[in-house]
């Protein structure tokens, strides 16, 4: 978005600008005094005040009130000499209008009303028979002082206006950025649990062909090693396309809307058959009727991530585990227990984070660690009514 310059300081060609319009002014009271009755035309005197009563304009920008101060000091003797009193108005209201749109309305009227009554006073000091002009002058000096409040009002108006717009491009931007770093935590989430569940099973099931093969070469279980090549095929097909949808959904969407299908509870069965596969004991039991998408995809992902943590670590070939997905008082409770070693030492892995992760994106929360002498639970209470 472009940035509009709302500071009269660092406009372009400010300094330029204001020098082009006192030349202006200056040429205006030369040409005025030349052309006025000769009686009234300036002196040397004269022309020098009214020539030095347009130069302070040139940083009325930057020193609004000290420039009418000076304008007013110059031009108020050249008055008292009774020269032509045309010629240095337009430096007069220039200074003028200046001081209406930079101060506030009221210090306006307060330094326009003095720098009038003084102008007046001399006015009528040396001429008493100028009531014409003084009224003239007088309406011409209060349409200035509001103009300049008047153009000073819309500009503040306009400033608003603009404030307002780049706030709220700011705004958009920042929920853009904060979109695309939840969708590629959603994403890394998804890679995670996805390659390593599969990888951990393919490493299970590569031992157990690995051990029937070193166990007794003579007495060789052709069977049992050939459904454990089978199954690490099975669980490289599965791995494969779901990964080639997660990746479709990228490639073709790109935006962090554009979820794809969404895992649910009607996967768990596959899940717990993989960890069976595996050489776990798993107990699924699962009671929770239609939920939310959402709720339902952050259940089997937390069971999925559960699982493989659970044959992972478990470091027992009789590992048994315990899955209960069950929904009620208004919230789905997702439990994995298993008997293993538990989670201990090691390099500490992003499964627990995700896990946490998972149930917060649906406002619900997750609790895991050790039992009482041996095993590990996972615990997960997630709201319905929180994601829809």
């Given at each position: 978005?472009?940035?509009?310059?709302?500071?009269?300081?660092?406009?372009?060609?400010?300094?330029?600008?204001?020098?082009?319009?006192?030349?202006?002014?200056?040429?205006?009271?030369?040409?005025?005094?030349?052309?006025?009755?000769?009686?009234?035309?300036?002196?040397?005197?004269?022309?020098?005040?009214?020539?030095a009563?347009?130069?302070?304009?040139?940083?009325?920008?930057?020193?609004?009130?000290?420039?009418?101060?000076?304008?007013?000091?110059?031009?108020l003797?050249?008055?008292?000499?009774?020269?032509?009193?045309?010629?240095?108005?337009?430096?007069?209201?220039l200074?003028?209008?200046?001081?209406?749109?930079t101060?506030?309305?009221?210090?306006?009227?307060?330094?326009?009303?003095?720098?009038?009554?003084?102008?007046m006073?001399?006015?009528v000091?040396?001429?008493?028979?100028?009531?014409?002009?003084?009224?003239r002058?007088?309406?011409?000096?209060?349409?200035v002082?509001?103009?300049?409040?008047?153009?000073?009002?819309?500009r503040?108006?306009?400033?608003?206006?603009?404030?307002?717009?780049?706030?709220?491009?700011?705004?958009?931007?920042?929920e853009?950025?904060?979109?695309?770093?939840?969708?590629?935590?959603?994403?890394?989430r998804?890679?995670?649990d996805?390659?390593?569940?599969?990888?951990?099973?393919?490493?299970?099931?590569?031992s157990?062909?690995?051990?029937?093969?070193?166990?007794?070469p003579?007495?060789?279980?052709?069977a049992?090693?050939?459904?454990?090549?089978?199954?690490?095929?099975?669980?490289?097909?599965?791995a494969?396309?779901?990964?080639?949808?997660?990746?479709?959904?990228?490639?073709?969407?790109?935006?962090?809307?554009?979820?794809g299908?969404?895992?649910?509870?009607?996967?768990?069965?596959?899940?717990?058959?993989?960890?069976?596969?595996?050489g776990?004991e798993?107990?699924?039991?699962v009671?929770?009727?239609?939920?939310?998408?959402?709720?339902?995809?952050?259940?089997?992902?937390?069971?999925?991530?559960?699982?493989?943590?659970?044959?992972?670590?478990?470091?027992?070939?009789?590992?048994?585990?315990?899955?209960?997905?069950?929904?009620?008082?208004?919230?789905?409770?997702?439990?994995v227990?298993?008997?293993?070693?538990?989670q201990?030492?090691?390099t500490?892995?992003?499964?627990?984070?995700?896990?946490?992760?998972?149930?917060?994106?649906?406002?619900?929360?997750?609790?895991a660690?050790?039992?009482?002498?041996?095993?590990?639970?996972?615990?997960?209470?997630?709201?319905?009514?929180?994601?829809?």
């Amino acid at each position: 978005m472009a940035v509009i310059n709302r500071d009269p300081l660092t406009a372009p060609h400010a300094l330029r600008n204001d020098i082009l319009l006192v030349l202006a002014t200056t040429a205006h009271a030369v040409a005025v005094a030349l052309a006025t009755d000769p009686a009234r035309r300036p002196d040397a005197l004269g022309w020098a005040l009214l020539l030095a009563g347009q130069v302070p304009n040139v940083w009325r920008r930057r020193r609004p009130l000290l420039v009418l101060a000076a304008t007013v000091a110059l031009l108020l003797p050249y008055h008292a000499l009774d020269n032509n009193h045309t010629a240095p108005v337009p430096a007069s209201y220039l200074a003028l209008y200046t001081v209406a749109v930079t101060c506030r309305p009221l210090y306006t009227l307060l330094t326009s009303g003095t720098a009038l009554a003084l102008a007046m006073s001399i006015m009528v000091f040396v001429n008493k028979h100028q009531a014409a002009e003084l009224l003239r002058t007088f309406g011409w000096v209060i349409a200035v002082v509001f103009v300049g409040i008047d153009v000073r009002f819309y500009r503040q108006y306009v400033a608003a206006i603009v404030e307002r717009a780049e706030r709220a491009e700011r705004t958009r931007e920042e929920e853009a950025r904060r979109r695309v770093a939840e969708e590629r935590l959603r994403i890394a989430r998804d890679l995670h649990d996805l390659l390593a569940h599969s990888i951990t099973l393919i490493g299970v099931q590569t031992s157990v062909a690995a051990h029937v093969l070193n166990a007794d070469p003579e007495r060789l279980d052709r069977a049992t090693v050939a459904k454990a090549l089978d199954d690490i095929a099975e669980t490289c097909r599965s791995a494969r396309g779901e990964l080639r949808t997660t990746l479709e959904v990228l490639r073709e969407h790109g935006t962090p809307d554009a979820r794809g299908p969404l895992p649910d509870l009607r996967g768990l069965p596959g899940l717990a058959e993989a960890a069976r596969v595996a050489g776990a004991e798993v107990d699924l039991s699962v009671c929770a009727g239609d939920v939310p998408p959402a709720v339902g995809a952050a259940a089997y992902r937390i069971v999925q991530e559960a699982l493989t943590n659970a044959v992972r670590h478990g470091g027992r070939d009789d590992l048994g585990i315990r899955v209960g997905v069950h929904a009620g008082q208004g919230a789905l409770r997702v439990t994995v227990t298993d008997d293993g070693a538990g989670q201990g030492g090691g390099t500490p892995g992003f499964g627990l984070v995700g896990m946490r992760e998972r149930a917060r994106s649906v406002g619900g929360t997750l609790d895991a660690g050790p039992l009482p002498g041996q095993g590990f639970e996972v615990s997960a209470v997630l709201p319905l009514g929180a994601a829809q």
